[in-house]
DNA sequence: TGACAATGTTACCGATCGGTACGTATTCTG
DNA sequence: CAGAATACGTACCGATCGGTAACATTGTCA
């Protein structure tokens, strides 16, 4: 056991060839667009072939969905994570996310929500990313409806749908307007909604 | 005089190949995204050939841009529409606009703001769909302030970006929730963000 | 009739797209 | 060490991308 080779504690670049594809393409999906990325570039900047992605994945969407999956597991990372510091305290929560939400989006390389870039690439709806990143979207939705029942809104779907819609604003004129975007008041907003609604 | 050629009261469709491109691209480029439709389709589905576009447009950027001004136009007269049922009374003329959109938004092909959609699918600057894109976001932002000031808002600017969150909001959750999607409480919340700005 | 502008026809260009057949290292196991 | 897996690279495929050259056809106006 004592000369068994040290699983590489430190690697700076993925050994696996997989798990480089996959985050370069997370990389580049993201920042660039996922119809403006073509295979060739994902791999020349992973410092692999095109035979290991395919190896790895039965197609490019496939690819494409599985950058939407990790995605999606990192929002809800960053999503949740402001509960931490707020148990039992679903307004206090939400509010923390959306603020840290509303600093990013009005940085001027911000970039918006990578699932709601996907359905706007892929709007056909049998198309593995579209399918995906809806998903993922009625997830939050559900979510929030649950946050706003238990911060004791009257309507809670109603309230839910209002700051669905803040958030969603928030992603998208992050991109358009940049520093200084209408995404600052997400805050101001969203506490506006909220004191109307409980 | 009389034996004029009369002008082709109806034509069913345009008689110049340049119309008929520049309609069919608009058709194509909203229904299915700009990155997804190649030139070749375009021509195709106008009844005409490549030389005829590239006539017309110095390149494929350009017919792009030419499609999005087109869309800034139409979008502007949509929005304006309704001040010709609420003259000298900004409030209602928007929550008049925000309604229909409402409805739109909801429908289940629906397809989102072009332009919204232009910089996500194009995030980089200098790119004429780009620029095109955020110059239409930004008129209506300096719209939406004034419409917000007439109405005797104590914030203007805020109360402006408040709104077009709850705009953008709607326009991409459209996509991705389709019916009873959350846009359906766009009208709600814009009142109630007005009521509490006023 | 003749000149002119607009459009169609056909065939093509180099570049890039997503995807693959096939041979070569590397590594684990006996 | 032998030998089977496992992981990877070289070189290539047909299709499509945006874009063009050269020429024929049409309708309009003088």
């Given at each position: 056991?004592?000369?068994?080779?040290?699983?590489?504690?430190?690697?700076?670049?993925?050994?696996?060839?997989?798990?480089?594809?996959?985050?370069?393409?997370?990389?580049?999906?993201?920042?660039?667009?996922?119809?403006?990325?073509?295979?060739?570039?994902?791999?020349?900047?992973?410092?692999?072939?095109?035979?290991?992605?395919?190896?790895?994945?039965?197609?490019?969407?496939?690819?494409?969905?599985?950058?939407?999956?990790?995605?999606?597991?990192?929002?809800?990372?960053?999503?949740?994570?402001?509960?931490?510091?707020?148990?039992?305290?679903?307004?206090?929560?939400?509010?923390?996310?959306?603020?840290?939400?509303?600093?990013?989006?009005?940085?001027?390389?911000?970039?918006?929500?990578?699932?709601?870039?996907?359905?706007?690439?892929?709007?056909?709806?049998?198309?593995?990313?579209?399918?995906?990143?809806?998903?993922?979207?009625?997830?939050?939705?559900?979510?929030?409806?649950?946050?706003?029942?238990?911060?004791?809104?009257r309507d809670p779907d109603e309230l839910a749908d209002g700051l669905l819609l803040l958030l969603e604003g928030s992603y998208?004129?992050?991109?358009?307007?940049?520093e200084g975007g209408p995404a600052r008041m997400l805050g101001v907003m969203a506490r506006r909604l909220i004191e109307a609604?409980?």
């Amino acid at each position: 056991m004592r000369t068994k080779p040290i699983p590489e504690s430190a690697p700076e670049t993925p050994r696996r060839a997989a798990d480089r594809i996959r985050e370069t393409a997370f990389d580049l999906f993201y920042r660039e667009g996922i119809r403006a990325v073509g295979v060739e570039e994902i791999v020349s900047q992973a410092g692999v072939t095109k035979p290991s992605l395919y190896r790895a994945f039965e197609s490019k969407d496939e690819l494409i969905a599985a950058y939407l999956r990790d995605y999606d597991q990192r929002f809800r990372e960053r999503f949740e994570a402001p509960g931490a510091e707020h148990p039992r305290d679903p307004k206090a929560h939400l509010l923390a996310y959306l603020d840290r939400l509303a600093t990013r989006a009005c940085h001027d390389d911000y970039r918006g929500c990578g699932l709601t870039n996907a359905v706007i690439e892929y709007p056909e709806r049998e198309h593995p990313a579209h399918q995906v990143a809806v998903q993922s979207k009625q997830n939050l939705r559900e979510r929030l409806r649950e946050m706003c029942r238990e911060m004791g809104a009257r309507d809670p779907d109603e309230l839910a749908d209002g700051l669905l819609l803040l958030l969603e604003g928030s992603y998208v004129s992050g991109q358009a307007f940049g520093e200084g975007g209408p995404a600052r008041m997400l805050g101001v907003m969203a506490r506006r909604l909220i004191e109307a609604s409980i």
